[in-house]
């Protein structure tokens, strides 16, 4: 019986010793394969600090006009129309003055011609400017037909002034351009006359357009008469 209870005393330490240990072993953390797995698994760096994104470009702007456009362009009373007209001719990048001159010439022939397009096809259309009675006006039809004539000459006179500048001809060039200036003004004198008040708009628009044009032409070929 003591045998009994000595071994049953025994037993009872052994559980005792051996219950903090198992207690100790649930509570620790993984096992040092477990350890080594997971330092496998480690975010890198880069995961942890992702790279600040990058701002995106502002869109590239036009590049800027030749120098010499916009030399050129600063001696002409319309600057900014100036560039734009030389700088819509690609050639205007190694063009010298005379070629500039051409340029100018040829992008206001290029309106004359436009001119004279809309003038005859407002009167194809029977179109009336604004206030007319009738869009059957013959009046008004003989005066766009009048200006399609007007815008006409305009662009022929410009074409002869290419012709000029070709040949050096500046003075000649000059008488051209400003011959091509006036004709569309004897159109709006037309209507002030025998239609006041029903010039249409869109050859308004093109006579200013074209008068600043022929402007900005006549300052460079002013500027290759006095370089002679």
Request: with cysteine; aromatic share 4%.
């Amino acid at each position: 019986m003591a045998a009994a209870t000595t071994t049953k005393n025994f037993l009872v330490l052994l559980l005792l010793a051996a219950l903090p240990l198992a207690t100790l072993s649930s509570r620790a953390g993984p096992t040092p394969a477990h350890k080594s797995h997971g330092h496998g698994h480690r975010s890198s760096p880069s995961a942890k600090h992702p790279p600040p994104l990058t701002p995106s470009s502002p869109p590239s702007a036009s590049p800027p006009a030749p120098a010499l456009v916009r030399a050129t362009c600063n001696s002409t009373a319309y600057y900014d129309l100036c560039v734009s007209a030389l700088g819509a001719d690609p050639s205007s990048a190694t063009a010298d003055v005379r070629g500039l001159s051409a340029i100018a010439v040829s992008v206001a022939a290029a309106n004359a011609s436009g001119g004279a397009a809309t003038a005859a096809a407002l009167a194809a259309n029977g179109t009336a400017p604004a206030g007319t009675a009738t869009s059957t006006d013959g009046t008004v039809q003989a005066l766009l037909h009048a200006c399609a004539a007007k815008y006409a000459s305009a662009r022929d006179a410009l074409s002869a002034a290419g012709d000029s500048i070709a040949l050096e001809d500046y003075d000649f060039a000059s008488v051209h351009v400003s011959a091509a200036a006036e004709y569309p003004q004897v159109c709006r004198t037309l209507f002030r006359r025998q239609r006041p008040g029903q010039y249409p708009a869109e050859l308004a628009a093109r006579e200013e357009t074209l008068r600043q044009l022929c402007s900005v032409a006549l300052d460079i070929i002013a500027l290759l008469c006095n370089s002679r």
